[in-house]
C-alpha cells in the first residue's frame, strides 16, 4: 500500500524553466498533473521536499492541494499549518531576528565566499529572502567545505548539494557546471524531515516512496520504501551513480521530470496494489 509520496520541486516534479506543464524538451505536457491525480485517486499524500523558502513552498503545496510541505532543505517542516523548525535548537529569536541572519552573523557564509573565490557565489536572485539557508552555487565538494567550515568553528552548520543548476554568472563561467548548494544548520536535511513527517503521519517506510533529483533528495533513501531519481538527474550528474551504489532501494526512472514521477507513482501503485 502506497500513503505518502514525497517530492522535490525543481529537477524532478517540476520541468525546465520551473514549470509544472513541460516535459524534458520544454513541450507542453501532463505528466506531472497526472502523477498528483493518481495520488489523489488512491488517497497518497503528497509531500514537497524542496530547497525553496517556505513561503514559495507553501504556495506550491496550496496550488496542487496539500497540507504538509519541507522547506529549505529540510530546515522547516509544516503540517496542517503547524511550524516546526528541524534546526537543531537553532531557531528565530524572540527579536525577530532569523536563523539565516543568525548564520550570517557567524561569519560562516563570508568564509566559503572567501576560501572558494570564482567557484562558489550567491545564487542570484534565489538567495534572498531566505529564513533558513543561505544559498550558493558553483562547483565543490560538499564534504570538503564541511571541513573548512569545522575546523574555523562551525561545526553547527552543513553544505548541502542540491543538485545541478544552470544560472551561474561570469565569475563561474570556466566551470564545467554549476551546482546549488544549501548551508543549514548540521541538524537540518531533507531525511530527517520525511522522517519527522512519517512520524506524525504514522507511516512506515513500505508505505512511502521520495522522488528527487539531487543527492540531498537521495538521503530520503534511508527513511522510505523506495528512492526514485529521475532520468534527467543522472543525466545531469553521471556521478550519482558512484551514489546509489549499495543501495538496494533506490530506483531510476526511464523518464525525465514530472514524467518520470508519474512512473514512479504508477509503478509503484501497480506493484503494490
Known amino acids: 500500500m502506497l500513503r505518502c509520496l514525497y517530492v522535490d520541486l525543481d529537477g524532478t516534479l517540476l520541468g525546465p524553466g520551473a514549470s509544472l506543464l513541460r516535459d524534458a524538451d520544454g513541450g507542453f505536457a501532463l505528466d506531472a498533473v ?36 519541507i522547506f529549505e532543505a529540510g530546515s522547516g517542516l509544516v503540517v496542517d499549518g503547524e511550524l516546526e523548525w528541524l534546526t537543531g535548537g537553532l531557531e528565530p529569536t524572540a527579536e525577530g531576528l532569523t536563523i539565516h541572519a543568525q548564520i550570517e552573523a557567524s561569519g560562516a557564509p563570508a568564509l566559503l565566499l572567501q576560501h572558494y573565490a570564482r567557484r562558489l557565489e550567491y545564487h542570484a536572485p534565489w538567495h534572498e529572502h531566505r529564513d533558513v539557508s543561505h544559498l550558493f552555487r558553483g562547483l565543490i565538494e560538499a564534504e570538503e567545505a564541511d571541513a573548512l567550515l569545522e575546523r574555523h568553528g562551525h561545526g553547527h552548520l552543513r553544505l548541502v548539494d542540491n543538485g545541478v543548476v544552470r544560472s551561474r554568472s561570469a565569475d563561474l563561467a570556466e566551470l564545467p557546471f554549476v551546482r546549488a548548494y544549501h548551508l543549514v544548520p548540521r541538524a537540518a536535511s531533507k531525511a530527517g524531515a520525511v522522517a519527522r513527517h512519517m512520524q506524525i503521519r504514522g507511516y512506515t517506510a513500505q508505505e512511502c516512496i521520495a522522488v528527487g533529483d539531487s543527492r540531498e533528495d537521495l538521503g530520503a533513501a534511508a527513511a ?43 509503478t509503484t501503485l501497480a506493484e503494490r496494489g
Not at 235 to 245: E, S, W, Y
Open 34 to 69: 497526472r502523477a498528483l491525480q493518481a495520488c489523489h485517486r488512491a488517497d497518497v499524500e503528497v509531500v514537497i521536499f524542496s530547497g525553496r523558502r517556505q513561503a514559495q513552498t507553501m504556495e506550491d503545496a496550496r496550488l496542487i492541494g496539500q497540507t504538509a510541505y
Open 224 to 266: 522510505v520504501g523506495a528512492f526514485w531519481f529521475v532520468a534527467n538527474a543522472l543525466q545531469k550528474d553521471p556521478t550519482l551513480r558512484d551514489a546509489i551504489a549499495g543501495r538496494p532501494n533506490v530506483r531510476i526512472a526511464e523518464a525525465s521530470y514530472g514524467a518520470g514521477v508519474y512512473e514512479a507513482v504508477v
